[in-house]
């Protein structure tokens, strides 16, 4: 198995790779006890990330393996559009795919999302404002949207 990992602010996040494309990130409660074995594409996965969390990068330019049903994969390159910095709702991602009623099977879609950051369902929000839930905790997902934030207004 391809895997490597990095400390962030929001603990150790790894990265699992498959052939030339990432598959799978793991946040710090998920991380098997296993020595690395860093493919290229892992390692390139993790350089970036290391600059996302440094805030010197705002895009990712990985290759990721999406897994997942049809519905699923519209939403994930629908949340791949979401804007560094940004948030959108539930809702606005149900209409972006072209469904204004799908918001729960959006949230089911997120909740799916075997790559979180680089897919960056941490960016939607429920449409009161409130966060939500997300795989790595919600208290990582607060962090996370702080971080874009606060670089994109300095």
């Keep these: 198995m391809d895997f490597g990992f990095c400390d962030t602010i929001i603990g150790r996040i790894g990265v699992v790779g498959k052939e030339d494309f990432i598959s799978k990130v793991l946040f710090d409660f998920e991380i098997p006890n296993v020595e690395q074995h860093k493919s290229p594409v892992v390692s390139e996965a993790i350089d970036q990330l290391l600059a996302y969390f440094d805030k010197r990068l705002t895009t990712f330019s990985i290759p990721l393996l999406f897994n997942g049903t ?85």
């Design 70 to 154: 049809d519905f699923m994969k519209k939403v994930w390159n629908a949340l791949l559009d979401i804007p560094y910095g940004k948030t959108v709702s539930y809702k606005d991602i149900a209409c972006a795919i072209g469904d204004s009623k799908a918001c729960r099977a959006v949230g089911m879609a997120n909740r799916s999302n075997n790559l979180p950051i680089f897919i960056p369902c941490h960016r939607v929000i429920k449409s009161d404002g409130s966060l939500g839930g997300f795989a790595g905790k919600v208290d990582k997902k607060q962090r996370l949207i702080a971080l874009e934030k606060e670089n994109f207004c300095s």
